[in-house]
């Protein structure tokens, strides 16, 4: 078990006698500041009276991960996990309650290392999926891999807990195509999936972050692509009909379309956004739209043909003449505050409840929602194959999004996002309300320790919203056997079950 006591002196000494003194950034040096906001996405978690750590230590080898977590251990310092940064409630790098802690930082860990004649890759967690995109076509064209869009998340934390994104209606989340990874676990031992045995890796590949130790790299499978891809984006204003669209959208996009083709819809300003991925061509695309979706009117002229390397680009707000190159840029803009949950949906929610649900849309402090169709490949997963429960019978994800500018000076979450979360209770999946663990949300739940273990019952409230009350159990179990003593914990993180109840 950990020391209560702050022993942080000699934690910091332990590190150095495996981590090069350059590797670790503590609160005295100058460049502290810099280094911890260095792949933050929202500057909430930033706001004076935040829980920091003691140092950041940015390894450049598996042994300064490990040599971490064993100095973590010896000293009673826990260590939080960050690749990417783009956790929602900022737990990678900061803490809700007052606690001595160390973030270990893998952005200097981010190589992709493609072979071609297999179609797989190693990836290391510390790249972005953007970086990933990049590696991978350019080593070769025909090949990509099905993750987020934003192209700055990373890869450790967004394949721990699934990656939707717009080919998983053809190929499926992102750990759907996860063949193997190297973790290092709370007893400083580095592990693949051969070591780490059935459980372990199973946990891995979207039991969430943090909780089962930290994931150094990831062997994928790569999914193939054509040369050129087609992407559209189209409007509907409500008097052109947005609100039919939108209610014929639901059951279309999941189920009669196409797997090659993903429309999500992105409403705000009382206006509901038709973003689209293709993997074909427009002359191929356009007999599609015109059958099966007519009310879109979509046209030639909507059609824009490319590669799928910039169609990454063009769907995260790029244009088809923006360089891929940006798609290695990992600076992220700290000008906007967010906050964000999720919801599923099984039923079509009804045109008439839709009538009601746009207004929430419109006027200051409102935000957007996202709707990711599922169906096809991701929906036809057995709900046990990964902790990822949301699968036969989701029409689609909700992502409500509330932002708002670091200018108003306070990072108070408005009430915009409870009251329409609230409002839309009765539309969306029940018993329980499912949530999608890579947008997380500390409002469906925080840990409770006692007998300084995460509870199993205080877990289960966010947990089975997150993976279902099945796989909930088989990650807590699995936690059991692999960290006991709860090395690995934040305020979400699956509690350890050891013995049966
Ligand atoms: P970060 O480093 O903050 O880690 C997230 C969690 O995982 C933390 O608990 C952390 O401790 C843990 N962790 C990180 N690295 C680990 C490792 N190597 N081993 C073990 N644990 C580790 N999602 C999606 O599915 N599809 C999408 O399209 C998008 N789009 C999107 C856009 C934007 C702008 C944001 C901010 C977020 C998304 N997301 C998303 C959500 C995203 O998948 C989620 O936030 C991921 O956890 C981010 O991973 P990072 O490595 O960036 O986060």
Redesign the pocket.
Known sequence: PLSSADSSGEFLQCLAAGVPSQLVVTRGSSSFASVLAS?V??PRFLAPGTVRPLCVVTPTNASHVQAAVLCGRRHGVRL?????????E????RSVRQEVFAVVD?AGLRSVRVNRRAATAWVD??A?VGEMYYAVAKADAGLAFP????P???????F??????MMMRKYG??VDNVLDAM?VDANGRLLDKKAMGRDYFWALRGG?????????SWKVRLVAVPRTVTVFNIQKTLAQGAVDAVTKWQTLAPAALPDELTIRVVVQNKQALFQSLYLGTCDQLLPVMGSRFPELGMARADCREMSWLQSMVYINGGTSSTPVEVLLNRTTSLSVY?K?KSDYVKQAIPSASWERIFPWFDGAGAGLIIL?PHGGKVGSIADGDTPYPHRSGVLYNIQYVAFWPVTTATPAVPDWIKNVHAFMEPFVTSNPREA?V???DLDIGENAVAGGVTSYESGRVWGEKYFGAANFRRLALTKGKVDAGDYFR?E??IPPLVSIK
């Open positions: 792949s996405r929202n939080r996990v960050r690749s990417g940064g783009h956790d929602y900022g737990l990678s790098f893998l967690s510390g972005t993750a987020g869009l934003c700055t998340i990373g890869v450790g934390g967004h721990s807990g699934g990656g939707i994104g989340l992102s973790v969430g972050g943090e909780s089962f130790g930290i994931v150094l967010t964000n990711e999608y890579n947008y997380r934040n979400q993180s």
